[in-house]
T-cell receptor, first 116, second 111 residues
Framework: EAGVAQSPRYKIIEKRQSVAFWCNPI?????LYWYQQILGQGPKLLIQ????????DSQLPKDRFSAERLKGVDSTLKIQPAKLEDSAVYLC??????????????FGSGTQLSVL | AQSVTQLDSQVPVFEEAPVELRCNYS??????LFWYVQYPNQGLQLLLK??????LVKGINGFEAEFNKSQTSFHLRKPSVHISDTAEYFC?????????FGKGTSLLVTP
């Protein structure tokens, strides 16, 4: 079974530039998550999709971050413009159904973003 | 809201020694508790989870954790560690939907 695919693996940009990350979840998984993991901290949920609808985006900095999941399959997370504090690993995860206690999350390897 | 505190940022240990990684949580509602592991250059993997029932939970790779409601703790233990256990370990809490992670504990196993 193929896992959660993310690209690119690494990205280096200058502040005020734009950047986009791509995620392809496990086939058939209805729920997709984007997490931000800053060095030395645990992952923080940015946005959660159920199919192509947003379930929770309360911690997404909407003035600069946006995400979409067209057709309820793969997803793109964009930052425009980037700030130094956006340097982090961006993790994508998916689960078969809307997350409940019994739902297992499968994580991708992440995209490491460095903003200079 | 729920939160998790991992009390140790780094835990060095010798191979074949026992280890305990500490985790405390706070919540005003019933919670579910998880331990995830992140090996170098890999994604997060679920080690074990507590949903209900027996307070001692066994997971993969010989790890286990004990839920203690009175002390609001969910410490992770392994009786004998291997070099391959070197990784970042995250405790997480959920009330049924999104996971809230702790800051992580870096376990370093040396010969």
């Amino acid at each position: 079974e193929a896992g959660v695919a993310q690209s690119p693996r690494y990205k280096i940009i200058e502040k005020r530039q734009s950047v986009a990350f791509w995620c392809n979840p496990i086939s058939g998984h209805a729920t997709l998550y984007w997490y931000q993991q800053i060095l030395g901290q645990g992952p923080k949920l940015l946005i959660q999709f159920q199919n192509n609808g947003v379930v929770d985006d309360s911690q997404l900095p909407k003035d600069r971050f946006s995400a979409e999941r067209l057709k309820g399959v793969d997803s793109t997370l964009k930052i425009q413009p980037a700030k130094l504090e956006d340097s982090a690993v961006y993790l994508c995860a998916s689960s078969l159904r809307l997350s409940g206690a019994n739902e297992k999350l499968f994580f991708g390897s992440g995209t490491q973003l460095s903003v200079l | 809201a729920q939160s998790v505190t991992q009390l140790d940022s780094q835990v060095p240990v010798f191979e074949e020694a026992p280890v305990e990684l500490r985790c405390n949580y706070s919540s005003s509602v019933s919670v579910y508790l998880f331990w995830y592991v992140q090996y170098p250059n890999q994604g997060l993997q679920l080690l074990l989870k507590y949903l209900s029932g027996s307070t001692l939970v066994k997971g993969i790779n010989g790890f286990e954790a004990e839920f203690n409601k009175s002390q609001t703790s969910f410490h992770l233990r392994k009786p004998s560690v291997h070099i391959s256990d070197t990784a970042e370990y995250f405790c997480a809490v959920s009330s049924g939907y999104a996971l809230n992670f702790g800051k992580g504990t870096s376990l370093l196993v040396t010969p």
